[in-house]
């Protein structure tokens, strides 16, 4: 996994959280790339790369979801990164999108916007 996408995923994290969250974000939530744990990064590349093979494999098409289909999209992909990194995660962690805060359904919507902005 590339460093370059998963720094893209987290700048997209981290804008999002200091938009959308309400009060102050825990530290961990805004935590500098330097400073995230290395599950963590290659779990933000990973969901990177399998938002722009979406966009590839359907030739940009996906960029026709509606807002929220997008940021579901985030959140599956997150999710699935949480199951290979932890055997036993937190009910929270794998929270579907209907139980996720509006400011995580905000933050990743605006994820799948930014790294489609890009590709």
Known sequence: ???EQGRVFREAWIAGVVKHYPGEPKPGYIAPWDETPDWER??????HDQVVAFLRATDGAAAKLAREQKGRFVALCWIGQIFKHFSD?????VADWEVLPDWQKATDIDIFEHIEQRA
């Open 1 to 3: 996994m590339s460093n």
């Open 42 to 47: 290659d779990a933000a590349a990973a969901v």
């Open 89 to 93: 995660p937190k009910p929270a962690y």
